[in-house]
């Protein structure tokens, strides 16, 4: 049995599919199963990460866990939370994130309100709990353009910052898929994999494919930093979460953020390009 949380998600939804297809017992973790919208076949149970409490039928019989976590938003259960999952499983894949870094003896960890920082709490404290763990670290998921849908659809024109901001974005059903190599696969314990796409585009020319594969022509309108941050700031976002990821464009602006063959190498197929996420997306965008 293996149980997936952050089951409803894009990442999560696709581990469910593509483990049933593989023909493995799954059990879909969800705050509300009379919402959630799962393959038949899935064993849905009701649990909540930020409460370890509610997790006990969900983790009961388990032998391995697709860890998505709620990044920032739980992080004040994760040591209690890891270590109720460590008491039960002998396999934790985690979705971690790319620029988490190596743990080194003397260096100090990211600001644990940073979205890297949270990242790098759970690894710690999944390294420390005792089952055998993979670490999976995307980069940018591709899924994340979405953001620009209703500018997309309301006006064709995207107003953001860093347009020359590179980044090889990455398929959450290729994510997915690498999960499911390392979870039903061998030899992966302690393994930390970066995982992308398989090109490397600027925001710029993302916003051209997207434009593309809804048929009209999208413009792009570099918006200043300090005008992204506000944006950010009313849509939520905690004030260092923003300002990392803002700074974190700046900086993929002078040194792009590479591809790699991971996904490939696990999966033994070619990851998905951009223009496919794209076209497979495209609805969202019309």
């Not at 697709?66 to 920032?72: E, K």
């Amino acid at each position: 049995m293996i149980l997936v949380t952050g089951a409803t998600g894009k990442v999560g939804g696709q581990a469910v599919s593509q483990l049933l297809d593989a023909g493995v017992a799954v059990r879909a973790l969800t705050r509300d199963p009379t919402s959630a919208s799962l393959p038949k076949g899935a064993e849905v149970v009701r649990g909540d990460l930020a409460d370890p409490a509610t997790l006990d039928d969900a983790l009961d019989g388990v032998e391995s866990v697709f860890l998505v976590w709620p990044t920032l938003s739980a992080d004040h259960a994760a040591p209690s939370t890891i270590e109720k999952i460590a008491k039960h499983a002998r396999h934790v894949v985690y979705l971690s994130a790319r620029g988490v870094l190596d743990p080194v003896p003397g260096t100090p960890e990211p600001d644990p309100n940073s979205i890297l920082g949270s990242h790098a709490l759970i690894e710690r404290l999944i390294e420390r709990s005792g089952p055998e763990w993979t670490f999976l670290r995307p980069g940018g998921f591709a899924t994340n353009t979405l953001m620009w849908a209703s500018q997309i659809r309301d006006t064709g024109t995207v107003r953001w910052v860093h347009g020359g901001a590179t980044r090889a974005l990455i398929h959450e059903r290729d994510i997915a898929a690498a999960g499911v190599s390392v979870l039903t696969g061998t030899g992966h314990s302690g393994a930390r994999y970066v995982l992308s796409g398989p090109e490397t585009l600027t925001q710029i020319e993302q916003v051209t494919a997207i434009g593309e594969a809804v048929g009209r022509a999208v413009r792009w309108e570099e918006l200043p930093p300090e005008d992204a941050l506000r944006e950010l700031a009313d849509q939520g976002w905690p004030p260092t979460a923003a300002k990392g990821m803002i700074d974190g464009h700046a900086r993929m602006a002078m040194f792009p953020e590479s591809a790699t063959s991971t996904v490939e190498e696990l999966t033994g197929r070619p990851g998905t390009p951009f223009r496919q996420w794209a076209a497979d997306h495209a609805d969202a965008f019309r």
